[in-house]
């Protein structure tokens, strides 16, 4: 069974930082691009950032600047580094990753972390 885990969300003031991971277990045999999206409320969930096996990376123009995605493969966990948080970055975040195991190949979702961005 497959598990991504969210850590690391909490209350912070405008201006401040935050580092939230996301690590995997589970029987796995490959883990493919894997992601970041927030939703706040009464929003649809949006894409925050993504990062390939190889490390390439993509952010959404919002957080361009200010938030970097990493990845550390033989840990199975990703992080993303949030910097110069704006009240607008509140919200729920949860990471996503396309993992290959024995029995199949899917997307796979967290539980979610709350970030919530308040002076």
């Known amino acids: 069974q497959v598990q991504l885990v969210e850590s690391g969300g909490g209350l912070v003031q405008p201006g401040g930082s935050l580092r939230l991971s996301c690590a995997a277990s589970?029987?796995?045999?490959?883990?493919?691009?894997m992601g970041w999206y927030r939703q706040a409320p009464g929003e649809q969930r949006e894409l925050v950032a993504t990062?390939?096996?190889?490390?390439?990376?993509n952010y959404a123009d919002s957080v361009k600047g200010r938030f970097t995605i990493s990845r550390d493969n033989a840990r199975r966990t990703m992080y993303l580094q949030l910097n110069s948080l704006l009240l607008k970055d509140t919200g729920v975040y949860y990471c996503?990753?396309?993992?290959?195991?024995?029995?199949?190949?899917?997307?796979?979702w967290g539980q979610g972390t709350q970030v919530t961005v308040s002076s």
């Open positions: 996503n990753a396309d993992i290959l195991t024995v029995v199949q190949f899917r997307t796979y």
């Open positions: 589970g029987s796995i045999s490959v883990i493919g691009a």
């Open positions: 990062i390939t096996s190889g490390g390439s990376t």
